[in-house]
Antibody, heavy 120, light 110 residues
Framework: EVQLVESGGGLVKPGGSLRLSCAAS????????MDWVRQAPGKGLEWVSS????????YYAESVKGRFTISRDNAKNSLYLQMNSLRAEDTAVYYC?????????????WGQGTLVTVSS | QSALTQPPSASGSPGQSVTISCTGT?????????VSWYQQHPGKAPKLMIY???KRPSGVPDRFSGSKSGNTASLTISGLQAEDEADYYC??????????FGGGTKLTVL
């Protein structure tokens, strides 16, 4: 059974940093692109970042470029999101999601999410 | 990258059909058959309901169907049930590896 489990969320002050993790199981994570998608309270889904299976290709939304860094450790079946210079508008539930990019383009599995709150 | 346009709300009575639209441009929805739809219940993670415009993952009821015409994709739910009440989001490939979602549609089952 495919499972994605996020961790690392919490309360952080503006300007602070946080590192999110996503533990994957039930599949060979090194074969898939993985993404982070966030959802501010009461708002819609917002894509944050993507990383290809071998980490060769990385993409960011303009809203986080230069502040967030996505990475992965395929040996540990883990995905990460290093978030620096956090702002109040980064407050959201952060989901990791497995993305199908071969013969398709969609997110077939999502984690349960981890809440990041940026507040003084 | 502009978000895809969805109506903020939709509604229908049990047993009826409802259609939710997702309008993009000739650079995303109109150019690729890579539109997907996600269902999200309050406090839960999104769930894939439709991919590649009209394909259903295993386990998704055939009451859910998808289609596309020009720059607009649509999700139709027939035989509405109470458990279909949720938020629905569309997504499309954009050709440049950036990801764009629709703003979401809150479906109410009356």
């Amino acid at each position: 059974e495919v499972q994605l489990v996020e961790s690392g969320g919490g309360l952080v002050k503006p300007g602070g940093s946080l590192r999110l993790s996503c533990a994957a199981s039930g599949f060979t994570s090194s074969s898939y692109s993985m993404d982070w998608v966030r959802q501010a309270p009461g708002k819609g889904l917002e894509w944050v970042s993507s990383i290809s299976s071998s980490s060769s290709y990385i993409y960011y939304a303009e809203s986080v470029k230069g502040r967030f860094t996505i990475s992965r450790d395929n040996a540990k079946n883990s995905l990460y999101l290093q978030m620096n210079s956090l702002r109040a508008e980064d407050t959201a539930v952060y989901y990791c999601a497995r993305k199908i990019t071969i013969f398709g383009w969609y997110f077939d599995y999502w984690g349960q999410g981890t809440l990041v709150t940026v507040s003084s | 990258q502009s978000a895809l346009t969805q109506p903020p709300s939709a509604s229908g009575s049990p047993g009826q059909s409802v259609t939710i639209s997702c309008t993009g441009t000739s650079s995303d929805v109109g150019d690729y058959n890579y539109v997907s739809w996600y269902q999200q219940h309050p406090g839960k993670a999104p769930k894939l309901m439709i991919y590649e415009v009209s394909k259903r993952p295993s386990g998704v009821p055939d009451r859910f169907s998808g289609s596309k015409s020009g720059n607009t994709a649509s999700l139709t739910i027939s035989g509405l049930q109470a458990e279909d009440e949720a938020d629905y989001y569309c997504n499309s490939y954009t050709g440049n590896n950036l990801v764009v979602f629709g703003g979401g549609t809150k479906l109410t089952v009356l």
